[in-house]
């Protein structure tokens, strides 16, 4: 939500008048962004102000829209944004506009001024979670009008002229991992993509990007590059290390390096289960599970396979697992 602080009442006198004539709201993720005002700012709109909200500040223009925009009336809140967007003067006050003109835009069918305002906030901002929010709110967005193989076109052509272009790759390694999948070469732009904009030390998403790459790569066919990553990252991120080193340990399956991948299985069983939730816990139970069936040791199977059965309410999965289950301790006891 936005904050209009020491708002006068004349000021939300007006936005409140508009509001009665505008059409109802629709509920839509909002960015968290707020905005103070001093007291003494000023929020009367212009004496001089039309019909059609002619304002005369950015400060006026943003907190009518700021108010309408909490009020979750977007398409009221655009016009006075866009009138505040023509009185920036700075490149904070343009990334704020953009950034609250998002959730206006998405009740369009056009897309033009979608894509201007997320090429501008994935540009400027400093805050990986905001433009990791954006682009996947925005891959939605095109994805719901049909315009996805149109936008990876585009930005392909941007690429042909500038490989570097951070949009571009930014765009186009998620339309590749997953609206329009290329695992090849979503892998290959992830890495340029990681060699134009390095993950910060600190940036919190930057294993888990690292872990893209490593899915990416194993779709890919590209065994030992995803393994030799997976088997890094789980010396980096001990929550996950158990489901890193699973991965790792069904890739080598794949480069049949058998001897390898069961001790990297034996390394995830001791680190543990993915904590994440209960369903990709089952998955690590049950991969694993029949990974030790396939190789002749039932006895690890069991216990792996029984968890597989406990952390799952799919019906299906519960009767698979049981089979294999069967044949475990059938196998264990010959």
């Known amino acids: 939500m936005f904050g209009t602080g020491g708002?006068?009442?004349?000021?939300?006198?007006?936005?409140?008048?508009?509001?009665?004539?505008?059409?109802?709201?629709r509920r839509l993720w909002?960015?968290?962004?707020?905005?103070?005002?001093?007291?003494?700012?000023?929020l009367t709109p212009s004496a001089n102000a039309t019909a059609d909200d002619a304002y005369q500040t950015f400060d006026e223009a943003w907190g009518v829209g700021v108010v309408f925009y909490?009020?979750?009336?977007?398409?009221?809140?655009?016009?006075?944004?866009e009138a505040a967007l023509k009185l920036a003067t700075t490149d904070d006050q343009k990334l704020k506009i953009y950034e609250a003109l998002i959730p206006c835009y998405r009740l369009q069918q056009t897309t033009d001024e979608m894509t201007t305002a997320v090429e501008y906030v994935?540009?400027?901002?400093?805050?990986?979670?905001?433009?990791s929010l954006t682009r996947r709110g925005y891959l939605s967005f095109m994805y719901q009008r049909g315009k996805i193989a149109e936008l990876a076109e585009r930005?392909?052509?941007?690429?042909?002229?500038?490989?570097?272009?951070?949009?571009a790759l930014y765009l186009l390694s998620e339309i590749y991992s997953r609206a329009k999948p290329d695992p090849k070469r979503a892998a290959e732009l992830i890495q340029r993509l990681n060699t134009v904009a390095p993950p910060a030390k600190d940036d919190p998403l930057a294993i888990l990007k690292q872990a893209e790459l490593a899915r990416q790569l194993i779709l890919a066919q590209d065994y030992q590059k995803g393994a030799d990553l997976y088997e890094k990252l789980a010396g980096q991120d001990e929550k996950l290390a158990?489901?890193?080193?699973?991965?790792?340990?069904?890739?080598?399956?794949?480069?049949?390096?058998?001897?390898?991948?069961?001790?990297l299985a034996d390394k995830a069983v001791a680190a543990g289960a993915d904590p994440r939730n209960e369903q990709l816990a089952h998955y690590w139970y049950r991969q694993l599970g029949e990974f030790y069936l396939d190789h002749n040791k039932p006895?690890?199977?069991?216990?792996?396979l029984k968890k597989a059965i406990e952390t799952t309410?799919?019906?299906?999965?519960?009767?698979?697992?049981?089979?294999?289950?069967?044949?475990?301790e059938r196998r264990s006891k010959s």
Do not use: W
């Open 299 to 304: 006895a690890e199977a069991i216990p792996l």
């Open 7 to 25: 708002a006068s009442s004349t000021f939300r006198q007006k936005a409140d008048t508009k509001m009665k004539t505008t059409g109802t709201n």
């Open 122 to 131: 994935l540009k400027n901002s400093k805050r990986d979670s905001s433009k």
């Open 30 to 42: 909002l960015p968290t962004i707020v905005l103070m005002f001093s007291s003494t700012t000023a």
């Open 70 to 81: 909490n009020a979750r009336n977007f398409e009221s809140a655009r016009k006075p944004f």
């Open 313 to 328: 309410k799919i019906e299906g999965y519960r009767k698979d697992c049981q089979a294999k289950l069967d044949e475990a």
């Open 155 to 167: 930005h392909e052509k941007v690429l042909q002229k500038d490989p570097n272009d951070f949009v």
């Open 242 to 263: 158990g489901y890193y080193l699973k991965e790792a340990a069904l890739a080598y399956v794949k480069l049949k390096q058998d001897e390898k991948a069961m001790q």
